[in-house]
């Protein structure tokens, strides 16, 4: 499996984006993280696919929202009002190996196996 992040760039706070990520295979969960610089890499959300039970940090609550296309096998989070502390390169990571996560696992980066490359989200005040 293979994943492809995509989506991010400049935005005044306030602001939206849109971020994708597509895998290329079976995955039974994929989760967002982030990384502020010199800050270590945080959860932001995550959905399990089988249910489609979605798992949210809640600094972001209210604001991010994550989405799935079946079809395209793709993953997307939604951000709207960002904020400068926000700002972050933005992995996505999925489970292809094991069972469904349970719902505690979702927001541990071991639960995921295969990461995207990031993508810079740059917010300006």
């Known amino acids: 499996v293979q994943l492809q992040a995509s989506g991010g760039g400049l935005v005044q706070a306030g602001g939206s984006l849109r971020l994708s990520c597509a895998a290329s295979?079976?995955?039974?969960?994929v989760g967002w993280f982030r990384q502020a610089p010199g800050k270590e890499r945080d959860f932001v959300g995550a959905i399990r696919w089988g249910d489609g039970n979605i798992k949210y940090a809640d600094p972001v609550k209210g604001r991010f929202t994550i989405s799935r296309d079946r079809a395209k096998n793709t993953v997307y989070l939604q951000m709207n009002g960002l904020k400068p502390e926000d700002m972050a390169v933005y992995y996505c990571?999925?489970?292809?190996?094991?069972?469904?996560?349970?719902?505690?696992?979702?927001?541990?980066?071991?639960?995921?196996?295969?990461w995207g490359q990031g993508t810079q989200v740059t917010v300006s005040s």
């Open positions: 990571a999925a489970r292809t190996i094991g069972a469904n996560p349970i719902w505690s696992m979702l927001a541990d980066e071991r639960t995921y196996d295969m």
């Open positions: 295979g079976r995955t039974n969960a």
